[in-house]
C-alpha cells in the first residue's frame, strides 16, 4: 500500500488502489512501466524534495580505519576507487550519451502533457480518476470508451504518440543498457578487489531511494546501488560527481557488510546457515528496519570463511550498528514527514475534513507528533467519520486554519530533526569523505 497517491491529487491510497495522473499514465505506457509492469507509489511528482539537502559533511570528518593490512574487507583508496570509477565517469558524462537520456525526458514530458486531457475527460464523464488494472487491460479500456467519442479522441491522440517516439525510446533503451552493463563489471571488480560481496547496479524512473525516500543523486539497499535517470537529464554532472555518487554507495555496502560479519557472529552463529538467515533477518529488520537478503548473507558468510573478527573490527561494525539504530528513528520521521505533506496538500486541495481522513487512519504512524490543538476535532471527526462528507456542525474554515497552524510547526520540525541525523551519522558522515576523496582524486 502506498502511503502518498500518485500524481498530483495528493490524497492517500488505501486499500491497495491508485487513481492515476497524468504524469503516472505516461509512465506505465512508456517502455519503462511496461517492462516493470506495475505502478509504483513513488512516481508521483511532488514527492521528488520532500526536503532540502543537508549541508555537506564536513570533509575533516575522522574515519573509521582499522588495520588494512589484515582487515577482512580492504577499503580502496581514494586514488584507487577513483581509478577504477573513472571509466563510469566517462561513460556518464558522454555528451552523445546525454543527448539520448535528455531527449527522452523531454518526450516523457510531452506524453504526461497528452494524457492530461485524457484524465480530465475519464473523470469528467466518470466522475473519478481512473486505476491501473483499467488502464493496462485492453478490453477494459475499450469498455470504458466505448460511447464516449470525446474520450475516445483523447486516447487516440496519446497512444498515437506514443507509437511517434518508438525510435527515441528505443535508443534511449538501449544507452540506459549499456551504462548498468558497464557500470555493473567495474562494481564487480571493485568488490573482488575489497573482497566484498557483489552489488548489483540499476537505474531507477523515479527520484526516490529504495526505502521511499527523495534523492537526487544515488541510493544504497541490501546489496544494490539505484541511480535515477532523471539525475542525468536534469543536472549536468562532471566525471568527478558520478565517481562521488558511487564511492558514496560503495561505501554503505561495505558498512553493511562489517555489520552483517558481526551478526554472524552474534545471532543463531550455533545454527545451520539457512536458521541463522532468518534469525539475522528478523532483527536486523526490528533493530534497522533493514532486510538483507539471503544471497548477501550468505556471500558475507562465505567471505568471512571461519574468520574471526578482531577487537578493532568489532568497533567498528558496531559503529554502524548504532548509526542505522539512529537512521531507523530518522527514517520514520520521514515517514511522518510524508503524511504532513499529504495532509497539507489536502486541506489546499480538497478540504480540512478529508486531510482528518489521513490523520484517522494513520493515527499509528503519526504517534509522536504531539496533537493537543487538534483534539476537539479528531472527536467531531470519529464521530461522523462514517460520511462521506463534513457534517453541517462542522466547521470547515476553522479546521482548515488549526490543520495549516499544526503541519506548519512540525513540518520544518521534522526536516531538522532529519537534517541533524544526516549531518551526524557515523555512517553517512564516512560515506560522504569517501565519495568527496575519491571525487578529487578524479579531477
Request: glycine share 4%.
Amino acid at each position: 500500500m502506498s502511503l502518498i497517491e500518485a500524481g498530483d491529487k495528493g490524497g492517500i491510497v488505501s486499500r491497495g488502489q491508485f487513481a492515476l495522473s497524468p504524469e503516472t499514465i505516461a509512465f506505465l505506457h512508456s517502455p519503462d512501466g511496461l517492462r516493470q509492469g506495475k505502478l509504483r507509489s513513488s512516481d508521483s511528482p511532488e514527492l521528488t524534495l520532500l526536503f532540502s539537502p543537508p549541508e555537506q559533511a564536513a570533509r575533516n570528518v575522522d574515519r573509521l580505519q582499522g588495520d588494512q593490512a589484515t582487515s577482512l574487507f580492504r577499503s580502496l583508496t581514494p586514488k584507487e576507487m577513483a581509478t577504477a570509477l573513472s571509466a563510469i565517469g566517462d561513460l556518464f558524462t558522454n555528451p552523445a550519451n546525454l543527448a539520448k537520456i535528455k531527449e527522452y525526458e523531454k518526450k516523457q514530458k510531452e506524453s504526461t502533457a497528452l494524457a492530461r486531457p485524457f484524465v480530465e475527460e475519464f473523470k469528467a464523464v466518470y466522475g473519478r480518476e481512473i486505476e491501473e488494472e483499467e488502464l493496462r487491460d485492453p478490453k477494459r479500456r475499450e469498455a470504458l470508451l466505448k460511447d464516449h467519442p470525446k474520450l475516445q479522441a483523447r486516447w487516440n491522440e496519446f497512444a498515437q504518440h506514443l507509437i511517434d517516439i518508438r525510435p527515441v525510446t528505443t535508443a534511449h533503451r538501449s544507452t540506459i543498457q549499456l551504462f548498468q552493463e558497464q557500470a555493473q563489471k567495474i562494481l564487480d571488480d571493485i568488490c573482488g578487489r575489497s573482497n566484498l560481496p557483489p552489488i548489483t547496479f540499476e537505474f531507477t524512473r523515479e527520484h526516490k531511494t529504495f526505502d521511499g525516500q527523495a534523492t537526487l543523486s544515488g541510493s544504497y539497499h541490501s546489496s544494490k546501488i539505484a541511480i535515477p535517470e532523471q539525475r542525468l537529464a536534469e543536472e549536468p554532472m562532471n566525471k568527478s560527481d558520478v565517481v562521488e555518487i558511487f564511492a558514496h554507495e560503495t561505501k554503505h555496502h561495505e558498512q553493511q557488510t562489517w555489520m552483517m560479519a558481526k551478526a554472524l557472529e552474534d545471532i543463531a552463529s550455533d545454527k545451520p546457515l539457512a536458521d541463522q538467515i532468518k534469525a539475522i533477518q528478523k532483527r536486523w529488520k526490528e533493530d534497522f528496519n533493514l532486510e538483507p537478503t539471503g544471497d548477501f548473507i550468505r556471500d558475507v558468510h562465505k567471505r568471512k570463511a571461519g574468520h574471526k573478527l578482531t577487537e578493532e573490527e568489532r568497533k567498528r561494525a558496531e559503529s554502524y550498528e548504532r548509526s542505522h539504530v539512529e537512521a531507523k528513528a530518522s527514517g520514520e520521521k520521514e515517514e511522518q514527514i510524508l503524511l504532513l505533506m499529504a495532509i497539507e496538500k489536502t486541506v489546499k486541495d480538497k478540504s480540512a475534513w478529508d486531510a482528518f481522513k489521513i490523520i484517522d487512519e494513520f493515527e499509528k504512524k503519526l504517534e509522536g507528533i504531539p496533537k493537543d490543538t487538534l483534539t476537539d476535532l479528531i472527536q467531531q471527526y470519529k464521530k461522523n467519520k462514517g460520511q462521506e462528507k463534513a457534517p453541517e456542525t462542522w466547521d470547515e474554515k476553522d479546521a482548515k486554519e488549526t490543520l495549516d497552524f499544526w503541519t506548519g510547526i512540525w513540518l520544518p520540525q521534522l526536516r531538522s530533526e532529519v537534517r541533524t541525523h544526516y549531518r551526524t551519522s557515523v555512517t553517512e558522515n564516512e560515506a560522504n569523505k569517501v565519495g568527496l576523496d575519491a571525487a578529487e582524486a578524479a579531477k
